[in-house]
């Protein structure tokens, strides 16, 4: 797995997906938003992380028993202790709510082990308890049953599709209130920096519009003054 740099994870957390997404559309990458995943508390922080990622397959009643817990090579459980600080635990759990992804014990654990955060496109249980602990948290839709029940873990820090994107270990993870957005690795350095070039710009123009300057010639600067103005307010504002 690449290190991300402080720099760039920096720069990301200062940015919003919805920056992000038109840089990667920009790069014709279209489908790297994580569908259907939101913020289990509404006051998380932003996250940002290296994929540690975790896949699960429907389970097969005689192989996924209360039982297999016993094993320490679980791939669950391995997954909880073995995700790197910094980085981003994320299931693949085919987008299956029905049963949980991880309660708040494992979450909690995954914190107190400094990971940056967690997101599932299944659920989670102890929802609200997982809200109150302040770790970034993305899930579909909170769920009490047990993983167990209809979720088989089978593999640790392998290519997934979480949400219909596609995500490989090492891919810088961003997640804010609009949800969660993968960023392949070898972008991250390249996207932190236009995305943090393009939030003061966007910054400028929200100060213009709120000020009630008309958005033709401004969003996107096709007018000369508009690059003339935003020069002036980045020398102002120190940006």
Request: with cysteine; aromatic share 6%; proline share 6%.
């Amino acid at each position: 797995m690449s290190k991300l740099s402080e720099a760039t994870r920096n720069k990301l957390k200062s940015v919003s997906t919805a920056t992000v997404a038109t840089a990667l559309f920009k790069r014709g990458l279209r489908i790297q938003m994580v569908q259907d995943v939101h913020p289990v508390g509404a006051d998380q922080p932003t996250m940002v992380g290296e994929a540690f990622t975790l896949r699960y397959m429907p389970a097969r009643e005689d192989l996924n028993t209360i039982d297999v817990f016993k094993d320490r090579s679980h791939p669950q459980r391995k997954a909880v202790e073995d995700c790197p600080a910094g980085s981003v635990l994320v299931m693949d759990s085919r987008k299956d709510a029905r049963a949980a992804s991880a309660g708040a014990i494992l979450v909690t654990r995954l914190m107190k082990r400094g990971v940056a955060g967690v997101v599932t496109d299944g659920g989670f249980r102890d929802s609200a308890e997982i809200a109150r602990l302040g770790i970034p948290a993305y899930h579909h839709r909170p769920s009490a049953p047990t993983n167990l029940t209809l979720h088989q873990a089978i593999e640790i820090n392998v290519p997934i599709g979480c949400g219909d994107a596609p995500v490989f270990p090492g891919d810088v993870i961003l997640g804010d209130a609009d949800g969660v957005i993968v960023i392949p690795a070898h972008l991250a350095d390249e996207i932190a920096n236009e995305t943090f070039e393009m939030t003061a710009f966007e910054d400028f123009v929200t100060e213009e519009v709120g000020k009630g300057r008309g958005i033709f010639g401004l969003y996107p600067a096709t007018d000369p003054q508009t690059l003339s103005d935003f020069a002036e307010w980045r020398k102002k504002n120190g940006r």
